[in-house]
């Protein structure tokens, strides 16, 4: 049990935890580096001409828009990095790199990359105990889709998703372009028709979402809005006990802060942010309608390279919504997305606070092939419906078989075994109740 003081006092953890988080800068030397084809070439320098090397299907123009600086400016050392770090952040490469080079008395920028595959695969599946932990008794989902993250070669994201929650259907498409109107604007249509087994009730949600997200100061500031016009309806999945919410519709307005950023370097990630949204809802309930409430939700990310190989990587979430939040519209926490091990929507709150650490290792690093075992541990305080305190932990370990030269696929394959909050009957793995989940790339 946790009481109101408790909590306000690991609200205010969590947010010092998350700062610190961004006032750690990623170090000069984790980022992507410019190199030089001759020693007598300094930067700052005058770039008189540019030559992109190693397309095959993105546009050249894709990569002239991420860089910081244009042809004829005088570039300085920090610009030319910037540029460097965004060409990996985009996701479409699987190596980058830059020289500046000398002839016949003008500057010319090389910029060489090797394209990923972009057209993708995309499945996870879970098999998880069930809420009552009852031997042999267990509860699965899986999705299976393709993504392109790269249509036409002009960096637009197009997917299209198939799952399966139990025996119930649902799938999801969604348009995102990063780069609307050729400006550093990320606007997202999306539309979902899901079902998800909650605690005591099935929902089955038809949702739009519009999202857009302005990036300033080199990507480190994104400032944006979202709009979500969603109807649920609502039926006894069978597997908990019935408490059927009434059904209805809601719009929920959600504005969203983000200040630092997250550069890749390959196969391991190097920098911090820190997010904070804030909301306000109208849902119209057959029982109760132009119902208002209201919801606030930050997270902080930290990753950091050690060595060649390793890579230690931190989130932390909290939420919180106002005392009228309708019951199909609280925080649903379980082992899809944030505590492994444990199902999915396995504890309904209305204010949380999460946290993940994983220490991951570059086993291998081939061209078509990298390995990267995981341990983690994940845990999060909640309060449940009752109104009670709630704590989950889980613990585990994993691998990922990625494949460098596809974008974000692989599998991701993690076994984690519930600690603490979900009751367990002898037997599974090692006398504890684990979980397996499958999945596609990384975790978070």
């Known amino acids: 049990m946790m009481g109101g003081g408790a909590m306000n006092r690991l609200w205010l953890l969590l947010v010092g935890v998350a700062v610190t988080l961004t006032a750690v800068p990623a170090r000069a030397a984790d980022l992507p580096q410019a190199s030089t084809g001759t020693a007598e070439i300094a930067l700052p320098a005058r770039i008189d001409s540019l030559e992109v090397r190693g397309l095959w299907r993105t546009q050249r123009g894709v990569v002239e828009r991420e860089l910081p600086w244009r042809v004829g400016e005088v570039v300085p050392a920090e610009l030319w990095r910037e540029g460097l770090a965004k060409l990996w952040n985009m996701g479409l490469f699987s190596r980058v790199s830059a020289q500046l080079e000398h002839r016949e008395g003008r500057h010319i920028a090389v910029v060489t990359v090797e394209e990923r595959w972009t057209l993708n695969p995309l499945f996870s599946f879970a098999v998880l105990v069930r809420r ?49 109107l050729g400006r550093r604007l990320d606007a997202l249509i999306q539309w979902d028709y899901l079902v998800r087994p909650r605690v005591g009730f099935a929902d089955r ?39 059927l919410p009434p059904d209805g519709k809601t719009a929920i307005l959600d504005l969203g802060l983000r200040l630092g950023r997250v550069d890749v370097q390959r196969l391991r990630q190097v920098g911090q942010s820190l997010e904070v949204r804030s909301g306000v809802g109208v849902s119209a309930l057959v029982d109760a309608p132009g119902q208002v409430h209201t919801q606030a939700w930050l997270q902080g990310l930290g990753y950091w390279t050690l060595g060649e190989r390793w890579n230690l990587a931190v989130r932390v979430q909290a939420g919180h919504q106002s005392a009228n939040t309708p ?33 991951r290792y570059v086993a291998a690093d081939w061209t078509w092939l990298a390995i990267l075992p995981t341990a983690f541990v994940d845990a999060v305080v909640a309060r449940d419906a009752e109104r009670s305190w709630t704590t989950l932990v889980s613990a585990g370990g994993g691998v990922r078989l990625l494949v460098p030269r596809f974008v974000r696929t692989g599998l991701r394959i993690d076994v984690a075994a519930p600690l603490a909050g979900m009751p367990c009957s002898a037997g599974g793995l090692f006398g504890t109740c684990a979980g397996m989940s499958l999945g596609v790339y990384q975790f978070f």
């Open 327 to 359: 019951a199909h519209l609280q925080y649903f926490l379980g082992g899809l997305y944030e505590v492994r091990g444990v199902r999915d929507s396995f504890l309904r709150a209305d204010r949380f606070a999460l946290a993940n650490a994983e220490v």
């Open 132 to 180: 009552d932990g009852k031997p042999g008794e267990s509860s699965s989902w899986w999705s299976v889709g393709a993504e392109d993250t790269n249509v036409l070669g002009q960096f637009l994201d197009v997917a299209a998703a198939y799952e399966q929650f139990n025996q119930y259907s649902g799938g999801r498409v969604w348009l995102r372009d990063p780069r609307w």
């Open 205 to 243: 949600r038809m949702l739009l979402r519009a999202e857009l997200n302005h990036l300033f100061d080199g990507d480190r500031v994104k400032f944006g809005a979202r709009l979500d016009l969603q109807r649920d309806v609502f039926f006894d999945a069978g597997d908990t006990p019935s408490a």
